[in-house]
């Protein structure tokens, strides 16, 4: 018997996600929450946006939430939020989902890919000073320029 026939005899495979058990905890409320959507025609937006709104802000005590599309577009709203946009510069970890790096593009600014790992971890460090460095020397020229006119 070969090694390949002995691996695929034993080894079962492992999905990457599996939802199911998560789902059959929650079932029952995600389709009536579907069909009351469905039936008030409110795809976008609407009353229970708002109610998600509110009880997740009361959930995680702050004034306000606002409901987006996707982890993508959130991503890319907390950017702006934070006037990053063209010049700046965002170090993700190589390992991250594509969509963290596409919310930094569609911010206008540009990710930095840096090793995360344990024994690496050390290059993300250097990785995000190298990336202050440039920023400040780029906002001393700035600053430099508009002085000398
Ligand atoms: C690390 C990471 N960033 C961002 C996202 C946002 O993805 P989406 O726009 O599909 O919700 C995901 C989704 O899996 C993610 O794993």
Known sequence: MSDATLRS???APVPLVDLKAAHAE???????GWKRVIE???FVLGPDVAAFE???AAYCGVRRCV?????TDALELAL???DIGPGDEVVLPANTFIATALAVLR???KPVLADCDDERRPTMRRRIEKVQRRSVRQREDEEARAVSG
């Open 54 to 56: 509110a009880e997740f």
């Open 67 to 71: 409901g987006v599309a996707n982890g």
């Open 26 to 32: 929650v079932a029952d409320a995600v389709e009536a």
């Open 40 to 42: 008030n025609t409110a």
């Open 80 to 82: 702006r939020a934070l």
């Open 107 to 109: 911010a206008g600014a």
């Open 9 to 11: 005899d034993t080894l």
